[in-house]
């Protein structure tokens, strides 16, 4: 219990909670709606961002959102508009991104930027801007989501129906878009961009074995991500090891408990 003591230690626990509030809100609407290969494609191309961000010398998160929320409207347009295949788009975007990242970090003049902790995650070197950005994007979901919770389960499971009770489909897709690209930018100090996925989607897994209520699904998630990432903190801190992978690996030895275990015991 020490280590509560620890500033930075709070900070990562403080910051773990609103991530995995807002990637459980996030990963539901993308595990429903089939869209984890384009969340990957975002998640990668954000690497883009970062190293032009790096390049100008800008903050590299606000750099990296700016240029993840126009790689999620780029893939739509390609894929919507210009008649291109989406899996051909989201390839495109992804490998754009990261062939932009690193060359601008590349050029980058002076020392080498440190991008380890981006591509993998520390969470124990996160700052209070990073803790306000993720609080605010996990606020701003809550808002989002309360409100527009109808009409967001709608879109997500039937579009045609949707459209017949004149809800703005397009709207909320575009709405969705932007969320995904906010959460996972705000998101990889947490995780990393080699991980985030895995957060994503593996407590939604989790959380299904128990209910497949959209509504429940959230909530348990949230609280599967949030025992998982403090477990991994610790775990992370105890064998010094980057807190991105002790995450993930909680995470999925959490989810094959659960599958495994509890459930046939239920049953």
């Known amino acids: 219990m020490e280590l509560l003591q620890y500033t930075f230690f709070q900070n990562a626990l403080l910051g773990s909670l609103f991530t995995c509030i807002a990637c459980g809100i996030v990963g539901t609407y993308i595990v429903s709606r089939r869209l984890v290969f384009i969340s990957g494609g975002i998640t990668h191309a954000s690497f883009g961002g970062l190293g032009l961000g790096f390049y100008l010398g800008i903050n590299p998160i606000f750099s990296a959102m700016a240029f993840s929320v ?22 495109s975007v992804w490998a754009l991104g990261m062939a932009l990242g690193v060359i601008c970090i590349f050029l980058t003049p002076g020392y080498a930027p440190n991008i380890s902790a ?46 017949t009770k004149g809800i703005p489909v397009a709207w909320i897709e575009h709405l969705m878009m932007l969320a995904i690209a906010v959460t996972i930018v705000s ?12 957060l994503l989607t593996i407590p939604q897994m989790t959380a299904n ?15 599967i991500g949030v025992i998982g ?29 659960c599958r495994f275990i509890v459930k046939p015991c239920m049953g």
């Open 70 to 91: 126009a790689s999620a409207f780029g893939v739509e347009w390609l894929s919507k508009k210009q008649r291109i295949r989406e899996d051909s788009a989201i390839a």
């Open 118 to 163: 981006y591509l993998f995650g520390n969470i124990l070197t996160i700052t209070q801007t990073d803790i306000w950005t993720i609080g605010i994007v996990a606020l701003l979901l809550i808002l989002v989501f309360s409100f527009f919770l109808k009409q967001i389960l709608y879109t997500a499971f039937d579009r045609e129906f949707a459209q």
């Open 187 to 198: 998101s990889i100090r947490l995780i990393g961009i080699m991980m985030l996925l895995s």
């Open 209 to 223: 074995v128990f209910t497949s209520r959209f509504k429940n699904i959230i909530i348990y998630s949230c609280v």
């Open 229 to 257: 990432c403090f477990c991994g903190l610790f775990l992370s801190y105890y064998l010094n090891v980057p807190s991105g992978a002790a995450i993930i690996f909680v995470q999925v030895i959490l989810f094959l408990f």
